[in-house]
Structure formats: C-alpha cells, structure tokens
C-alpha cells in the first residue's frame, strides 16, 4: 500500500512559479504510473501529468510548456514545477499512484491559488 502527502501549495500571482511534492511511504516503484490531478471549484477532476515507471510523460494541452513533472526514484517523490502559472489553474492538486493490480491511491490535495 502508499500513502501520498502533497506539499507545496499556496498563493502566488499570475507569471510567478511553485514546486509540488508528492512524497510516498511506499517504493513509488509500485506505482506504474504516477500522475497530478486537479479539482477547480465546481468542476470536475482533472488530469493534469503523469509520468510511468519508465519516465515517459504526458501533459494536459492545458499546462504544456508551463508545467513539469518529474520522479526521484531514491528520495520516492514526484514533482511538479509549475512556471507562467494563471489564474485559471487555481485549484487543489491530487497525486496519484496507479498499480496495475491495486488501483488507484490519492493524496489529500494541496491548495494552489493564482491571483493578484
């Protein structure tokens, strides 16, 4: 089993950058994909990135060119540098585990707010 615990949110106006953590309890190696999830206000969830055991990634057309994610294997942590932020990618952040045998695991979600 993981447990993920998300840190990194916070309040930061349009342009400006933060770093999110996902760090798990478990070998994030269990993990075939690891991935960054939003949930706007009165929205849906959303997929934001996700990057296999093997580094490939995929980004919503959304965040391309603004948002990154990468893993550290060692330190079974996931990030994501998000630079050129706007307003409309305030919302709470979800990391996300997927095995192919235990589904889905969920972090509790970080607050991100883009405002001036």
């Known amino acids: 089993q993981v447990q993920l615990v998300e840190s990194g949110g916070g309040l930061v106006q349009p342009g400006g950058s933060l770093r999110l953590s996902c760090a798990a309890s478990g070998s994030i190696f269990s993990c075939n994909v690891m991935g960054w999830y939003r949930q706007a206000p009165g929205k849906q969830r959303e997929l934001v990135a996700t990057?296999?055991?093997?580094?490939?990634?995929n980004y919503a057309d959304s965040v391309k060119g603004r948002l990154t994610i990468s893993r550290d294997n060692a330190k079974n942590t996931v990030y994501l540098q998000m630079n050129s932020l706007k307003p409309e990618d305030t919302a709470v952040y979800y990391c996300?585990?997927?095995?192919?045998?235990?589904?889905?695991?969920w972090g509790q979600g970080t607050q991100v707010t883009v405002s001036s």
């Open positions: 996300n585990c997927y095995n192919t045998f235990a589904g889905d695991y």
């Open positions: 990057i296999t055991r093997g580094g490939t990634t």
